[in-house]
Nanobody, 123 residues
Framework: DVQLVESGGGSVQPGGSLTLSCVVS????????MGWFRQTGGKEREGIAA???????SYAGSLQGRFTISKDNAENTLYLQMNNLKPEDTAMYYC?????????????????WGRGTQVTVSS
């Protein structure tokens, strides 16, 4: 089975930084697209960033410049560097893997999900 395990969440003051990690096991990590999403309360899961098998990243327009997605194929790990965090970034953050074609930052393209890691930004 494919397993994704996120870590790195926590509480941080506005303006602070966090780096989330997602360790992937159970499949050929480098062969597929991977993404980061977040969700708060009863809202829909929001796409943050994705990275293709060739390393090409894409971002939600509102977050580009503050968030950076990257991956380490040797370590089967996906990262999300988050800078200048704001209270509205408070959410549960999830990583996901897509095993087919991905045409955007919508959750329905992705097949496997981690359980999430909580990020809280407050003073």
């Amino acid at each position: 089975d494919v397993q994704l395990v996120e870590s790195g969440g926590g509480s941080v003051q506005p303006g602070g930084s966090l780096t989330l990690s997602c360790v992937v096991s159970g499949y050929t990590y480098s062969a597929y697209s991977m993404g980061w999403f977040r969700q708060t309360g009863g809202k829909e899961r929001e796409g943050i960033a994705a990275i293709e098998s060739d390393g090409n990243p894409s971002y939600a327009g509102s977050l580009q410049g503050r968030f950076t997605i990257s991956k380490d194929n040797a370590e089967n790990t996906l990262y999300l560097q988050m800078n200048n965090l704001k209270p509205e970034d408070t959410a549960m953050y999830y990583c996901a893997v897509a095993t087919g074609v991905v045409c955007g930052l919508e959750s329905h393209w992705y097949d496997y999900w981690g359980r999430g890691t909580q990020v809280t930004v407050s003073s």
